[in-house]
């Protein structure tokens, strides 16, 4: 008996751990101005203006058409959908080399610093192929703040 209660208990909590997990997620801004509120509505002020597409956010919680969203630096808030997209960038957050190719044995492009933000093209293994500002090339993804999916 107490082992058939012990198994509901373990399948509850990995049924709950599913759900919350659910809800977290990598999504980029799809703007280059995206009003970010105190709550989920247009009734709420707007707590933070941020200025630059494709900078990645984490999903943190959604109700209805509103997104719950936090920002590397820890500010969070509410954006409306139709200003998020599908993630496609992350931020280093340390110092990186841009290679030529996916191999660091490649000519290195450029130093990244920290903070910068990269445009994911596409992905092998560890290392994605991104753009920042005049710079194409592959950087190795461990370090960053965003998601490759």
């Not at 399948?11 to 709550?39: I, P």
């Not at 919680?61 to 920002?71: A, I, P």
């Not at 030529?100 to 044995?105: A, E, L, V």
Request: hydrophobic fraction near 35%; glycine fraction near 4%.
């Amino acid at each position: 008996m107490t082992k058939k209660i012990t198994m509901w208990f373990l399948c509850l909590f990995l049924l709950g751990v599913n759900l919350l997990s659910a809800e977290e997620k990598f999504l980029s801004l799809k703007k280059n101005k995206t009003n970010v509120r105190y709550g989920p509505g247009l009734d709420y002020p707007i707590k933070y203006i941020y200025r630059k597409i494709n900078l990645p956010v984490k999903q943190i919680d959604k109700k209805e058409n509103w997104r719950r969203v936090l920002f590397l630096d820890n500010n969070s808030g509410w954006i409306h959908w139709s200003q998020l997209k599908q993630s496609n960038s992350v931020i280093t957050i340390e110092r990186k080399l841009l290679f030529k190719k996916p191999s660091k044995f490649s000519e290195p492009l450029a130093k990244l610093e920290k903070g910068r933000l990269l445009v994911i093209k596409k992905c092998e293994e560890q290392w994605c192929s991104v753009t920042t500002d005049k710079y194409t090339g592959w950087v190795k993804i461990r370090n960053t703040w965003g998601s490759t999916k």
